[in-house]
Structures are given as structure tokens and as C-alpha cells.
């Protein structure tokens, strides 16, 4: 046992009790270079690995430095490789052309004595008896971690050569080598943290960490607890001084910082690798599946709703910008049930209709002001911060704002009574929407006279706006610039509507007429007019 | 009907002069029909009742202008809008004649010449020497182009995005006209990149491919491996270099518009074609230079999911070997392309592919057991480690 030498005061042997070393070298110069390299490129191999395995938002979050970040990915993953490899070769000329690695791979080597252990040891466990094993130098946990570190070593290496190599070698060779490339890694990355992690980082006695990688070192106590045989036989050879029972062991009284700050990082680190034992699971057993079934939704309301998302939008093909997504902070119960393409049923003036909705409320043609006792202020509200703006910006009914009639009281003081667009009594609607498939078609009908029950007969039509005598709503004074308020009453839009009234669709603009010609057109044709 | 017509375009003439009276000093050369006037409000649209779709109708003049088809009015590809409402306008169809002419031939410019071809391709319609079934499954134009904003680059050997105003300095020279010139370097440098990302590219391509309930209807199976691979990863990381669908499909000599089936000679995916496509040393994408024929052999989308799981099934000894075979009757391709005599289905595993493909998923599926029972193994011991140590210490036993 050449690597175990003893520590003596003065580096001699000394036979004195009190002259004896209390501690042994477990792990020489070379032992601790070793593990070191194997330490620090089994990490950079893992982290550089995996990182092909991420979830792919977490790819997509690097942006532009995806493509740098890629590209050295593949290097360093290689130069890793290559240096795992070299330590591993090293290794065998260790183990082959020195003592100590001679002795090392000798206390390596499996014996009967480690079945016994092990039954000894589940024993223990299992209260059946009640001290473990004494372990000689490497005990079963330990040897077959190495082992399992040579096998594993020569499986991921040569795959990986074989995938550096891949234009030698055919697609079955290559697509079983990335395969065990990946398991091997998994099992490997779970061992780490399962076996070799617990042993020398979590287990209580050793937490926060052995110190055993860094300095070498074990203490005669600690050797008796895990390696009881290789203790009493050093003891009895009278080259390690036997543990003192006084000697307290341990640290006791107050922690420092360092310590405590230490012992946190543990319980940081332990909380860590649970979630990568967690994703490596999740990668093992449910991997992602890239191929779908087809989503078909299961109602016609359904199908209206998913109609609505972005994902169509964006295929359009004239490129429409954001500006379609109409954006409410607050949408109003109108809103959420209707849309922000509310009107569908007058053909020709349909999407005029809901042109409008993108600037002002439902209420401003659907509320009429003689049918409340106050009057209405056209007010401009902020769509995201709902607040009054006084002047509008932008252009092609894009303010960022909503025009909502603002009911205030006939007095001189002239008191806000409320925005139209809020709901009189929002929890009647709420519950409404909470209950309506458990409702009967009656019931519904009823509810949503009731909700709708402000709402003007017959809704203000285009002509009572766009035009110059006695519009509907006084547009300069409602903020738009006097050039755009002259516009839509006179020139380019209301000019328009009139023409077309005149020339082209006379019912156009006003749904009552244009229902009575559908009727009429209908009934010449002998059909149905329900 | 004639009286309607004249009144209508009276009245567009009438618009047209209301709306120049009062439009900034610059007019768009598309917009002389003065369509912005109602198209310019993002809310103009409406929920097709029918279908429950969207339709939008506002178009960006901003993007427009930009776009590959700027230059192009509306109306020489919107046919028939005679009215307002647009009741009987014509569905777009893009192989018709745009009136631009085109230079190097000095006729009318048409995409009918590539939507030909792109009809004589698996992807297309049909021509009369082989129909299709399903055919609202294929696609048209519009599902793989939108009109392109122009993307120039300013240089080529980085493919920065821009305008090298060096070179523009020397069109103009003698190019006078500023708005043309400028035009006609975008023309150019679009098309110096692929307008989509490989990322755009892939998700394309998946979204059809991915269906299986859509590749089964044409007897193929869905992609389902393109993920899993090196080369997605490398794509999503953002790598140029990285190949996407088209850069083994439509490689250089390829279009992506003649696509054809996999063992028709003219795919870039045939046996014969692999070799070169894998190591495509005329393209500027550096792939496998160094590939040999063994490299590029073997199936590259091996797993469609009823495949794998037939195979697997069939390893389990569930399936017999009649089953199979009708497995591989089914993934014919008969009903997508001319089948001659001299083509194989592509789908088919020769003996030596079968037992591949066993040995990939028996060792697969021993792998991951190992994994379990070892993982498992080592946290059961832990645990009772763990617990041993706690039950110790509650009896006040040191270690």
C-alpha cells in the first residue's frame, strides 16, 4: 500500500502512539490530477452535450449569439473529448507503469469480499445487524463506480470517434452511435449525481464536501467509519496512530460565514441536480415528439376562436403588421364575447362596421343619448392605461385610444356618471358567462335582453356622422384635427359614402333598407325570408 | 350591367381625384386606384360565418411599398373588383399576366411559367397525365409565399442586411432616377439570401409534414426524426451553415418548385443523387465534402410514427411478417406520382434495413431499461443510506 504512506512528524516512521500520523493519503499527486481533468472535462462535456438536448425556447431565447455560442459548442465539446480521452490513456500507463497505480488497480479489483459486503451492508440497512461491513481501501460503492467510469469512458469515447468520423461510416453506424453517445451520457450524468454526488457531497458526515479530492487526505476517525479493515490493518501494522475516542470530532460551537455560506451553496447545489435529474427523466422517458395529430376543434365556437389567433395572421399575405391585433388593457364585456370583428351580418358594410371598432366603443353608435337621462361626452381613452387623452396621435384610426361616450348628468355641474363601455351591472353579466351552457336557450334569450337592454333600437348610421349639416357627433370638438374632422364629414370618406349612396348600393349604408331589399330580392326568387 | 360599370369607374376616377386633392405630396405608384382609402384601416375585416375564419382586407402601405410586388397595382392581380363591395372579385390567381414587362424578354411578366412546372411536382395539383386525390391538402402559392418585404444585403461575403450605398453610388452614376435605382439593387440583393430562415423554413415545411392524419391521406408518413437531429439543433441555434428542409431537398441544381418523390431520378434525395447532395460541394453551405458512399446511404426520416411503432411491435413478435407486408403496401406512393415500372417504393426496407432497424430499438430499449434499473438501483441504496444514517442519529448514535 505504497500510495497510503504515512504522514509521520518528520516524514519517519514512528512507533510511538502519540508519534504516529493520524491521517493517511488517499488520493496521491497524480490520483487527484486525475480525477481533476476527468472532474473538469466530464462537466464541460455534459454542459457542452446537453446543450443539443435543450428545450428549444430555451434555444431560441440566445438570439443572435446562438450561431457563436454553436459553433464553439462543437469545439470545446471536441477538445473536451480529446483531453477525457488522453486522461484516460495516462490513466492506463498509470496503472500499468507506477507502484502506486499498480497497487491502485489491484485494490480495484472485485472480490468475493464485496458480495459479502454488500449483503452485510444491506443487512445493516435493514436493522438486521448493527454495524456495517468493515471496508477494505475501496469499498463494493466505490469499486463499482469505477468500473462503471472505465466501461462507460470506452463506450462514449469510441461512439463519439465514430460520429467525429461520420463520412466513414454508414447511417446505421452513425444513428446507433448518437443514440449510445446520448444514453451513455444520461447514465453517466445520472450516476454522478445519484452515486458519486451522495457519497463524497450530500451524505450527512460528509456535507457539505470531502475534502479528500482536494488535499488527499483522511483522517484515521473517518477511515475507521467507512474503511474499518484498512484501519484496523495500518493499526495493526503500527502506521497509523489509533483514533482517540476524547478527541472530539466534528466542529462545534458557533459556524463561521465561510461555512454557512458553504453549506447553502450545498443545499443550492442538491436542489440543482434534482431538477437535472428531473429533465434528464424527462428526456429519457418522454422525449419531445415533433410530428402531431391534426387539431380539430370541437365546436363551431371553437373554430371561431382559434380562427382569431396570430399564427394566421402572420401567413397573410400582404404581411399585415401588429396593428390588427387590437389591443385592450381592459376589454369590456363586448368585447370578450363579441370580438373585435364584431359585425357579420350586414354583407356590404360588414368590415366598414368593424373598421370602427378598432377606435371607438360599441356604445358610441350602439347607445343612443335620448334613451338615458344625462348627456354624452365623447372622450378619448387610452387602451392600455385607460386614461382620457385630449388629443389623439397617429393616423388610419390607429391612436392607440378608443373614442367612449362618457354619460354626465344634465346639471350646470355637469357630474360623470360613467363610461358607457363599463357594464351597469358587470356581476349579472359574469355570471352569465359562467352559466351559460347550464342555461336553456329561453333563459339565455332572456339574459341577454336584459344585458342588451340600453342599447338603441336602431343603431347610429353612417350618413348621421359623415355628413356636413348636423353631424351626429361633433368630431372636431372630439379632438380629431380639424382637416381629418372635414374629411369625414365632407370630403374623402363621407364624400364616398355618398356617392355610393347615390350611385351604386342606395341601401348601402343603412341596414334597414338593405334588409328590405334582401327580403324583396328574396321573395321574388320565391324563397324562404325567415 | 354596362350602365353599373361606367358608374363605377366614374366614381373610382371621382375618389381617386378627392383622395389625391387631399394625400401628401407623394403618391404611391401602386395606389393610383386610391384602394388605400378604405385599406389602410387595420380594422377593415371580418369572421367569414361560413368557415370561421378571418378575413383581413387591411393592407399596409409602408409594407406594401416595400415588398417584392410594390410596383405592381392592386387591381392587376385582384381581377374583377368592379364594385364596392368587392362581391365578385376573383380569387387571386397567380399564374395570370401582370402586365409588367419583362426585361430580359420584353413581354408581360407571369408566374405561369413556375406554377407550371410547380404542377408537374409532388407538391402540385395535378396535371392531365396523373390526378391526385385530396387535393385541398396540396399547396398553393400563397401557403408557402407572402409578398416579401425586400431584405437586401450590402455585402456579400457577410450578407449584412442593408443598402451598400458604394455600390448604389455607382448605379446611379448613370442610372439617374433614385427611387428606380434603389429599386432595382433591392431587386437584386433580395434575392442574394433566402428570404426565410432556415428556423421559417423547417416550421413550413412541418406544418404539413408533421400532420399525420394529412401525410396518411397520400399513403406517407409524418416527419417526425428532422428534430431530433444534429441538424435542427444546429439550425435552431442559428448556424448558417446548418441544413434545413430545402438544403438537402432543393439543393444547388434543384428547384425547390420541381420537387419530386424520392425514387424519382430528379429528386436530390434518389439513391443516386445522396452521395452528392450529402457532401454539396457547389452549394455554399460546407456540408460532408469528404461524404463516401457508405455515408450516404440509409434512411434519413426512418421513424414515421406508425412505422416505428409496426417495427416495434413486429420486434415484440406481436406483428407477423404478412403484416408487414401490408404495411408496406400501404405506403405507396402510386396515387403522388407516375409510377413507372422502373420505380421502387421508396418507403421499402430491404432485408438488411429490417434488422438495422431491430437492432437500433431492441438496443435502445435495453439501454434505457439499464439506465432504470442502475438509476433505480443506486437511489434505492442512497435512500436507505440516507435513512439509516437518520434512524442512527435519532438513537443518538454517533455516525
Known amino acids: 500500500m505504497d500510495s497510503d504512506k504515512i504522514i509521520g512528524k518528520d516524514g519517519e516512521m514512528m512507533h510511538n502512539n502519540d508519534n504516529l500520523p493520524k491521517e493517511i493519503v488517499r488520493l496521491n499527486g497524480p490520483e487527484r490530477l486525475q480525477h481533476l481533468i476527468t472532474f473538469v472535462t466530464f462537466f464541460i462535456l455534459v454542459i457542452t452535450g446537453y446543450m443539443l438536448k435543450m428545450p428549444e425556447a430555451w434555444i431560441l431565447k440566445l438570439g443572435s449569439y446562438g450561431t457563436t455560442i454553436f459553433e464553439y459548442r462543437g469545439l470545446v465539446h471536441r477538445i473536451a473529448g480529446v483531453i477525457m480521452i488522453i486522461g484516460g490513456l495516462d490513466h492506463v500507463r498509470y496503472c500499468i507503469f507506477t507502484k502506486a497505480g499498480r497497487s491502485f488497480i489491484f485494490a480495484m479489483i472485485p472480490t468475493l469480499k464485496d458480495v459479502t459486503d454488500i449483503i452485510g451492508n444491506m443487512a445493516y440497512y435493514f436493522g438486521q445487524r448493527p454495524e456495517p461491513p468493515e471496508f477494505e481501501r475501496f469499498d463494493y460503492r466505490e469499486k463499482a463506480e469505477y468500473l462503471a467510469l472505465v466501461a462507460g469512458t470506452i463506450i462514449i469515447s469510441v461512439t463519439g470517434i465514430f460520429l467525429w468520423s461520420e463520412v466513414y461510416w454508414s447511417k446505421f453506424v452513425l444513428d446507433l452511435s448518437i443514440m449510445i453517445h446520448g444514453m451513455e451520457a444520461c447514465l453517466a450524468t445520472m450516476a454522478i449525481i445519484v452515486w458519486h454526488f451522495y457519497q463524497v457531497h450530500f451524505k450527512p458526515g460528509q456535507f457539505p464536501m470531502s475534502r479528500v479530492w482536494i488535499d488527499g487526505k483522511m483522517s484515521n476517525h473517518h477511515l475507521k467509519i467507512e474503511h474499518g479493515a484498512m484501519y484496523n490493518r495500518l493499526v495493526a501494522e503500527g502506521k497509523l496512530a489509533p483514533v482517540d475516542e476524547h478527541d472530539h470530532h466534528g466542529h462545534h460551537g458557533p459556524k463561521s460565514v465561510k461555512q454557512v455560506f458553504v453549506e447553502f451553496m450545498t443545499y443550492c447545489s442538491i436542489l440543482f441536480f434534482m431538477g437535472v435529474m428531473f429533465l434528464l427523466g424527462k428526456l429519457l422517458y418522454f422525449p419531445p415528439t415533433y410530428s402531431a395529430k391534426a387539431k380539430t376543434p370541437s365546436t363551431g365556437f371553437d373554430r371561431l376562436i382559434h380562427s382569431g389567433d396570430t399564427a394566421k395572421y402572420t401567413r397573410h399575405f400582404h404581411n399585415v403588421d401588429d396593428t390588427v391585433n387590437l389591443k385592450l388593457a381592459n376589454p369590456q364585456f363586448c368585447v370578450t364575447c363579441h370580438g373585435t370583428l364584431p359585425h357579420s351580418k350586414a354583407p356590404d358594410i360588414r368590415s366598414f362596421l368593424n373598421m370602427h371598432s378598432y377606435f371607438m366603443a360599441c356604445e358610441v353608435c350602439h347607445d343612443r343619448e335620448e334613451n338615458f337621462s344625462g348627456k354624452f361626452n365623447y372622450v378619448w381613452f387610452d387602451n392600455m392605461t385607460d386614461e382620457k387623452i385630449d388629443k389623439i396621435e397617429g393616423s388610419n384610426g390607429v391612436y392607440g385610444a378608443r373614442l367612449i361616450p362618457v354619460l354626465v348628468s344634465d346639471s350646470n355641474n355637469g357630474n360623470e356618471i360613467r363610461r358607457m363601455d363599463e357594464a351597469e351591472d358587470p356581476n349579472f353579466i359574469k355570471s352569465y358567462i359562467a352559466q351559460k351552457d347550464i342555461l336553456t336557450p329561453e333563459e339565455q334569450g332572456k339574459a341577454k335582453v336584459i344585458i342588451h337592454k340600453n342599447m338603441a333600437k336602431k343603431p347610429v348610421q353612417c350618413t348621421e356622422c359623415h355628413n356636413s349639416k348636423q353631424p351626429y357627433i361633433d368630431l372636431a370638438r372630439v379632438g380629431y384635427p380639424p382637416k381629418r374632422a372635414e374629411s369625414l364629414y365632407r370630403t374623402e370618406v363621407a364624400d364616398m359614402i355618398n356617392r355610393y349612396m347615390q350611385f351604386y348600393l342606395p341601401t348601402m349604408f343603412d341596414p334597414d333598407l338593405m334588409r328590405k331589399q334582401k327580403m324583396n330580392e328574396l321573395k321574388m326568387e320565391n324563397r324562404s325570408t325567415d | ?399
Open chain 2, 1 to 399: 350591367m354596362k350602365n353599373h360599370l361606367s358608374r363605377c369607374v366614374c366614381l373610382f376616377l371621382m375618389i381617386w381625384m378627392v383622395s389625391t386633392l387631399n394625400a401628401p405630396s407623394f403618391i404611391y405608384a401602386a395606389d393610383e386606384e386610391a384602394c388605400s382609402v378604405c385599406h389602410k384601416y387595420p380594422g377593415l375585416g371580418r369572421i367569414d360565418t361560413q368557415t370561421g375564419k378571418s378575413r383581413l382586407f387591411y393592407v399596409s402601405e409602408d409594407i406594401y411599398i416595400n415588398s417584392v410586388h410594390g410596383k405592381v397595382l392592386c387591381r392587376n392581380c385582384h381581377l374583377n373588383l368592379d364594385v364596392i363591395p368587392h362581391t365578385d372579385a376573383k380569387k387571386v390567381d397567380c399564374s395570370t399576366k401582370c402586365h409588367l414587362k419583362e426585361p430580359s424578354t420584353d413581354k408581360e411578366f407571369s408566374h405561369g411559367g413556375i406554377y407550371a412546372e410547380f404542377n408537374t411536382s409532388i407538391h402540385g395539383l395535378y396535371t392531365p397525365e396523373m390526378t391526385k386525390k385530396c387535393t385541398e391538402d396540396l399547396p398553393q402559392c400563397t401557403d408557402c409565399h407572402v409578398n416579401a418585404v425586400y431584405q437586401p444585403v450590402s455585402d456579400l461575403t457577410t450578407m449584412q442586411a442593408g443598402i451598400s450605398q458604394d455600390a448604389l453610388r455607382r448605379c446611379l452614376g448613370c442610372h439617374e432616377n433614385k427611387e428606380w435605382t434603389n429599386r432595382f439593387y433591392q431587386h437584386f440583393a433580395h434575392r442574394m439570401h433566402r428570404s426565410k430562415t432556415a428556423v421559417q423554413t423547417v416550421k413550413l415545411c412541418l406544418d404539413c409534414h408533421k400532420d399525420e392524419k394529412k401525410m396518411a391521406r397520400h399513403g406517407l408518413t409524418a416527419t417526425s426524426n428532422y428534430k431530433d437531429t444534429f441538424h435542427w439543433k444546429g439550425v435552431l441555434y442559428g448556424d448558417p451553415n446548418m441544413p434545413d428542409c430545402l438544403s438537402c431537398h432543393a439543393p444547388v441544381g434543384f428547384t425547390v418548385h420541381s420537387m419530386k418523390t424520392g425514387s424519382n431520378p430528379g429528386s436530390a434525395v434518389h439513391k443516386q443523387n445522396l452521395q452528392a447532395t450529402c457532401s454539396n460541394l457547389n452549394g455554399t453551405q460546407v456540408c460532408h465534402p469528404k461524404a463516401t458512399e457508405q455515408f450516404a446511404t440509409g434512411k434519413i426520416h426512418p421513424t414515421g410514427s406508425g412505422f416505428e411503432k409496426k417495427v416495434s411491435a413486429y420486434v415484440e413478435g406481436e406483428a407477423t411478417l404478412n403484416e408487414m407486408d401490408s404495411l408496406k403496401q400501404e405506403r405507396r406512393f402510386r396515387d403522388l406520382s407516375a409510377v413507372t415500372s422502373e420505380d421502387v417504393d421508396i418507403t421499402k426496407l430491404d432485408e438488411q434495413q429490417i434488422f438495422q432497424r431491430k437492432v437500433y430499438i431492441i438496443v435502445k430499449y435495453v439501454y434505457t431499461l439499464l439506465i432504470t434499473v442502475v438509476i433505480g438501483g443506486m437511489m434505492a441504496h442512497q435512500m436507505l443510506d440516507f435513512i439509516r444514517i437518520l434512524i442512527n442519529k435519532s438513537k443518538g448514535k454517533l455516525h
